[in-house]
């Protein structure tokens, strides 16, 4: 199967309008970027032509896989089904009573069952053995409750071919963070969560300084350990079982754009959109492939002007997505509506560098991205700034603490007198996805940021009878260069994949990604299985000290397996 017919296939089955009898509304991509074009231009106001102008203009970028609309989008913009245009979600504040807890996983089910990934904090939920006053027993702790939600979420997604994508966090001074460091190396247990620990600038600064941690629930402290032990243990986990993951914490709330608004205590499954309670994002990306012109020749490069002719208008359209979607709780379109958190990203970054000739990590490659991300950052900002100068700014939208925060403080002196001039639309307006679905389809560009995974390899797909089907599948800008120069010719030193990079190449473009990067970023740092955990842990301090916010490492050994199957070239 080629590169194209693989990409038709994801389409037909993820994102193709149909009937309910299966029978095609979509006939070609084509209209399903109509569909998506015409829904979200249907919010716009002065008349059908104003409306069909900006169609137009949708439509437009939508062609050639230029902007990628998140998968929710593709799949339910314009279809009249009862789901939701947004990806992301963390839900509200987990009460510590059994009464509301169980609110709360209704309103988790709920949410889920429209579509979208969703985070929790468990950490406000009391130790495993605290007193439940009243009925003379104690209490079970965060962790069994996750097996609950986990129920739930198998429940719910099992109509689907999708599988449930949830995030747990709980703080590293939770008195149960050792048994949620562990919990899922039992197997079988919690499959449908992410889990992640956050970590504070406090605990840091304890881990370097060999300093005792305390354990404390409602001022109360549990227990002390050495600060090591317990970032060994978190360490330990992740080194065998890749799990749990480690959130700066601190620093999401630091950098957050709302910080004099909101505080933040967990991200949505992949990481990308550290959210408050009901936060909810949406999120699109730009395929920076294709924009590259004169791909692999001394000419090669990425057409700036179109990209920044491209920005304005698909953040118009995410925004416009607010308006136009449904959300599962009213808490949810509160929020949302409130601040108006978008998330621009891009995708196909590693093969937009092998098409100008860069090698993934380079200093050439990090001068590249240094300039599109000014020239996406810059302009996505100043489109907000125009919004909002014709249809106002978010509500909760206060100047100066606006003007005040770190990102804005950041930006080019003209772009922030735009702001202070015309207000801004979208509190938050950057994030990189990770485009697991969508880049698929574009035929199969590398993901987000992420490094080309393989230039050839096996992909199972779930077909929706519930079979599996293998699947080769062939790298955009590998398939564009054979087309080019024939099979015989040798692949240039730029063809590098995951598993070849050192994984300070990985970490250098995430932190050079976080500068110019509001939210997050969803990125795996591929580690090669004989990395030792010295220099494992090493990858971590590291991130923390370029100002990740956050850090996800994959190393392949006996217990996690590899996720996708490698094989050599043909
Ligand atoms: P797509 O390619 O379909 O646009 P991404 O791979 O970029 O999606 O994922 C974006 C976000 O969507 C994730 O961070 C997560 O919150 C949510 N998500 C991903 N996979 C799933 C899933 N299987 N079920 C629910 N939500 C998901």
């Given at each position: 199967?080629?590169?194209?017919?693989?990409?038709?296939?994801?389409?037909?089955?993820?994102?193709r309008?149909k009937?309910?009898?299966?029978?095609?509304?979509?006939?070609?991509?084509?209209?399903?970027?109509?569909?998506?074009?015409?829904?979200l231009?249907?919010v716009?106001?002065?008349?059908?032509?104003?409306?069909q102008?900006?169609?137009?203009?949708?439509?437009?970028?939508?062609?050639?896989?230029?902007?990628?609309?998140?998968?929710?989008i593709?799949?339910?913009a314009?279809t009249?089904?009862?789901?939701?245009l947004?990806?992301?979600?963390?839900?509200g504040?987990?009460?510590?009573?059994?009464?509301g807890?169980?609110?709360?996983?209704?309103?988790?089910?709920?949410t889920?069952?429209?579509?979208g990934?969703?985070g929790?904090?468990?950490?406000?939920?009391?130790?495993?053995?605290?007193p439940?006053?009243?009925?003379?027993?104690?209490?079970?702790g965060?962790?069994?409750?996750?097996?609950?939600w986990?129920?739930m979420?198998?429940?719910?997604?099992?109509a689907?071919?999708r599988?449930?994508?949830?995030?747990?966090?709980?703080?590293?001074?939770?008195?149960?963070?050792?048994?949620f460091?562990h919990?899922?190396?039992?197997?079988?247990?919690?499959t449908?969560?992410?889990?992640?620990?956050?970590?504070?600038?406090?605990?840091?600064?304890?881990?370097?300084?060999?300093?005792?941690?305390?354990?404390v629930?409602?001022?109360?402290?549990?227990?002390s350990?050495?600060?090591?032990d317990?970032?060994?243990?978190?360490?330990?986990?992740?080194?065998?079982?890749?799990?749990?993951?480690v959130?700066?914490i601190?620093?999401?709330?630091a950098?957050?754009?709302?910080?004099?608004?909101?505080?933040i205590?967990?991200t949505?499954?992949?990481?990308?959109?550290?959210?408050?309670?009901?936060?909810?994002c949406l999120?699109?990306?730009?395929n920076?492939?294709?924009?590259?012109?004169?791909?692999?020749?001394?000419?090669?490069?990425?057409?700036e002007?179109?990209?920044?002719?491209?920005?304005?208008?698909?953040?118009?359209?995410l925004?416009?997505?607010i308006?136009?979607?449904?959300?599962p709780?009213?808490?949810?379109?509160?929020?949302?509506?409130?601040?108006r958190?978008?998330g621009?990203?891009v995708?196909?970054?590693?093969?937009?560098?092998?098409?100008?000739?860069?090698?993934y990590?380079?200093?050439e490659?990090?001068?590249?991205m240094?300039?599109?991300?000014?020239?996406?950052?810059?302009q996505?900002?100043?489109?907000?700034?125009?919004?909002?100068?014709?249809?106002?700014?978010?509500?909760l939208f206060?100047q100066?603490?606006?003007?005040?925060?770190?990102?804005?403080?950041?930006?080019p002196?003209?772009?922030?007198?735009?702001i202070?001039?015309k207000g801004?639309?979208?509190?938050l307006?950057?994030?990189?996805?990770?485009?697991?679905?969508?880049?698929l389809?574009?035929?199969?560009?590398?993901?987000?940021?992420?490094?080309?995974?393989?230039?050839?390899?096996h992909?199972?797909?779930?077909l929706?009878?519930?079979?599996a089907?293998?699947?080769?599948?062939v790298?955009?800008a590998?398939?564009?260069f054979?087309?080019?120069?024939?099979?015989?010719?040798?692949?240039?030193?730029?063809?590098?994949?995951?598993?070849?990079?050192?994984?300070?190449?990985?970490?250098?473009?995430?932190?050079?990604?976080?500068?110019?990067?509001?939210?997050?970023?969803?990125k795996?740092?591929?580690?090669?299985?004989?990395?030792?955990?010295?220099?494992?842990?090493d990858?971590?301090?590291?991130?923390?000290?370029?100002?990740?916010k956050?850090?996800?490492?994959?190393?392949?050994?006996?217990?996690?397996?590899?996720?996708?199957?490698?094989?050599p070239?043909?």
């Amino acid at each position: 199967m080629d590169e194209t017919a693989f990409a038709r296939l994801i389409w037909d089955m993820k994102y193709r309008l149909k009937r309910p009898d299966g029978t095609p509304v979509d006939n070609s991509v084509e209209d399903s970027w109509f569909r998506i074009a015409e829904a979200l231009s249907a919010v716009e106001v002065g008349g059908k032509r104003v409306r069909q102008t900006w169609s137009r203009k949708f439509a437009a970028a939508l062609a050639d896989y230029r902007f990628l609309p998140a998968g929710r989008i593709w799949a339910g913009a314009g279809t009249q089904r009862s789901v939701t245009l947004f990806n992301c979600f963390v839900m509200g504040q987990l009460p510590d009573d059994l009464n509301g807890l169980f609110e709360h996983l209704r309103e988790a089910a709920l949410t889920m069952q429209q579509g979208g990934g969703i985070g929790y904090d468990f950490s406000t939920i009391r130790p495993r053995g605290a007193p439940v006053s009243g009925v003379g027993a104690d209490a079970s702790g965060p962790v069994s409750f996750m097996d609950v939600w986990d129920s739930m979420c198998a429940t719910i997604m099992s109509a689907g071919t999708r599988r449930g994508a949830m995030m747990a966090t709980l703080r590293c001074d939770h008195p149960d963070i050792e048994e949620f460091i562990h919990a899922k190396q039992q197997k079988g247990r919690l499959t449908n969560f992410n889990m992640s620990v956050t970590v504070t600038d406090a605990f840091m600064a304890a881990v370097e300084e060999d300093r005792p941690w305390d354990l404390v629930f409602e001022g109360h402290s549990y227990r002390s350990l050495r600060a090591r032990d317990l970032w060994d243990q978190i360490m330990r986990a992740t080194y065998d079982y890749a799990e749990p993951g480690v959130i700066f914490i601190d620093r999401i709330n630091a950098r957050n754009n709302l910080s004099y608004c909101e505080t933040i205590a967990a991200t949505n499954p992949c990481g990308e959109q550290p959210l408050p309670p009901y936060g909810a994002c949406l999120l699109g990306s730009i395929n920076l492939a294709a924009l590259v012109r004169d791909p692999f020749t001394a000419k090669a490069r990425l057409d700036e002007a179109a990209l920044e002719k491209l920005v304005p208008i698909v953040v118009r359209m995410l925004d416009n997505v607010i308006d136009v979607s449904r959300f599962p709780l009213r808490e949810q379109e509160r929020e949302a509506k409130a601040k108006r958190r978008i998330g621009l990203g891009v995708t196909g970054l590693a093969d937009a560098f092998i098409q100008c000739r860069a090698r993934y990590g380079s200093p050439e490659s990090i001068d590249l991205m240094k300039r599109w991300f000014t020239r996406i950052r810059d302009q996505a900002y100043l489109a907000s700034a125009d919004i909002a100068a014709e249809k106002g700014s978010f509500p909760l939208f206060d100047q100066e603490a606006f003007l005040a925060g770190e990102n804005i403080r950041n930006l080019p002196d003209k772009v922030r007198k735009v702001i202070a001039k015309k207000g801004i639309r979208n509190a938050l307006v950057t994030s990189i996805a990770p485009t697991g679905t969508i880049s698929l389809v574009a035929g199969n560009v590398s993901s987000g940021i992420e490094p080309v995974f393989a230039f050839c390899h096996h992909r199972r797909v779930l077909l929706p009878n519930g079979e599996a089907e293998e699947h080769e599948v062939v790298n955009h800008a590998y398939a564009l260069f054979r087309e080019k120069f024939g099979e015989e010719t040798a692949l240039p030193d730029y063809f590098v994949d995951a598993q070849s990079l050192a994984p300070e190449d990985h970490l250098k473009i995430q932190a050079v990604a976080q500068d110019y990067i509001d939210s997050s970023i969803s990125k795996t740092i591929n580690l090669p299985e004989e990395t030792s955990f010295t220099a494992f842990k090493d990858i971590y301090s590291e991130a923390y000290r370029l100002g990740c916010k956050g850090c996800t490492t994959y190393r392949p050994n006996p217990v996690t397996g590899a996720v996708l199957s490698t094989k050599p070239e043909p």
